[in-house]
Structure formats: structure tokens, C-alpha cells
């Protein structure tokens, strides 16, 4: 059982996997204020982000972390680098001047695992995003040594950009904990059809559990809804996803 937290990676940047970082988050809270999961305080770390001026920034995934995780962590503790270039990493370091130190940046994952709280890391884009001109998304996850959730759009084309990104992470030594498909449409039978079908196909192809499907919902102004956060306990399976 990996009580010290998850990566959470999308197969694709604009996939919604800090809206459900932060979901996550709050549903953690609320099971552990309920004696469901072992009392810890719950917390995320934003590695690096871009395409945002300041980490206190409204539209900075650690300032939506925070607000819709319900949490009291500041945004500017939560990311440990903030760019302001909408671009991988690495390159919207460069254009800056700076070049990322990613020693450090491991350094500072490690250091806010040994604080005994369970973490949820939310990579920047996919897990083959360059942080620096020779290490990935997918090596700092796997120099933390945290399993990935894989958040995942649930329509067409899902597929082949998962299996994609669980070969990546297999290939970099990281265990799957499971897939979230994100986004997914129940207007039609046909709707919902589809979205079990590329679960299917997805678990069959991927050895991997789809361990959800979740509605798209919109960006929230502050915290999570009661809605939404019941909406992940429910819908996610939280057993497999946590290894009990």
C-alpha cells in the first residue's frame, strides 16, 4: 500500500487533470475527515507550471489547486517554479535565461514526501514534457518513486494517446495506479457506449484499470462543490486507486 501519495499526469495538456488533482484532493479530505482514509493532512505540489505571470495568479493551476482542493496551502508553496511562457519547461525556462535546476527540483519533491503527509504531484502537460534539455516529466516521476494516475479525455482518439502514455511510463520504471477517463459525455446511449468501449479497450491493451469516469465540469471559482467532490468519491475506485 502506497500511503505517500500520486503523480498525476494527463496523456495531453488541457485534459483536465487539475481539476481533478484538485478534486482528489478535496475528496481526500473529506474521506479522511470521515475515518475513511488514515488521518494525514493532504497536500499537492505543482512542480513547474507555465503560461501564468505568478503562482498567486487566478488562472495558475497552484492558485486552482488550492481554492478547489480546499486547501490551506498558499499557491505560491504549492508550485516551486512559475514561467510565464505557455510552453513545455523547458523552453519557456530558456526564454527567460534560466535554466532549470532539476537537482533541486527533485530535491524539493523528495524533501515535501518526508513530511509525512500524502502528496498529490500534478506534472506539467504529459509525461513527456521536457523539464530540462535532457530529463522529462516521466523522470522526475520516476525519481519520486510515486505511482501515476493517468487522466485521460474519454472520447475518440483516447486510446492510442493512452496506451502511449502508459507504455512511456512502463518503459520509465513508474507503476500505473490506473486511468481516469475525463470529460465524458452521457447525452446519448451511443455517448456512453463509446466511453465504455474505449475503458475497454484501454484495460485490455494497457493491462492498466480504468479506475473512473468523470463529467466534464468547468473551471470552479473557489472551492470544489459538494456536488463534484461527491461525484469523485463515487465515481472513482478509490481502492484500487490507493493499492489497498
Request: hydrophobic letters at 45%; proline letters at 4%; glycine letters at 12%.
Amino acid at each position: 500500500m502506497n500511503r505517500r501519495g500520486l503523480f498525476i499526469t494527463g496523456t495531453d495538456t488541457g485534459v483536465g487533470k487539475t481539476r481533478v488533482a484538485a478534486g482528489m484532493a478535496a475528496a481526500l479530505r473529506r474521506l479522511s475527515a470521515e475515518g475513511r482514509f488514515p488521518a494525514a493532512e493532504i497536500r499537492v505540489w505543482k512542480p513547474v507550471q507555465t503560461g501564468v505571470v505568478s503562482a498567486g495568479h487566478c488562472d495558475a493551476d497552484s492558485f486552482r489547486l488550492a481554492a478547489e482542493g480546499g486547501l490551506a496551502q498558499n499557491p505560491r508553496d504549492i508550485a516551486t517554479l512559475t514561467y510565464a511562457e505557455p510552453l513545455a519547461p523547458w523552453m519557456a525556462a530558456r526564454r527567460t535565461g534560466e535554466t532549470i535546476d532539476y537537482a533541486a527540483l527533485l530535491a524539493d519533491g523528495r524533501r515535501r514526501l518526508g513530511d509525512g503527509d500524502f502528496l498529490l504531484v500534478e506534472g506539467a502537460g504529459g509525461l513527456a514534457v521536457p523539464i530540462t534539455d535532457t530529463k522529462l516529466i516521466a523522470h522526475l516521476a520516476a525519481e519520486l518513486g510515486l505511482p501515476v494516475l493517468i487522466v485521460a479525455r474519454a472520447g475518440l482518439g483516447t486510446v492510442n494517446h493512452t496506451l502511449l502514455t502508459v507504455a512511456l511510463a512502463r518503459h520509465s520504471g513508474i507503476r500505473v495506479a490506473g486511468v481516469v477517463l475525463n470529460g465524458a459525455a452521457a447525452h446519448t446511449e451511443a455517448d456512453r457506449l463509446s466511453v465504455e468501449e474505449n475503458a475497454e479497450m484501454i484495460a485490455a491493451f494497457g493491462e492498466v484499470p480504468v479506475v473512473g469516469t468523470l463529467p466534464w465540469t468547468e473551471q470552479a471559482d473557489g472551492a470544489s462543490s459538494p456536488d463534484w467532490i461527491d461525484t469523485m468519491i463515487t465515481r472513482l475506485d478509490w481502492t484500487t486507486l490507493l493499492g489497498e
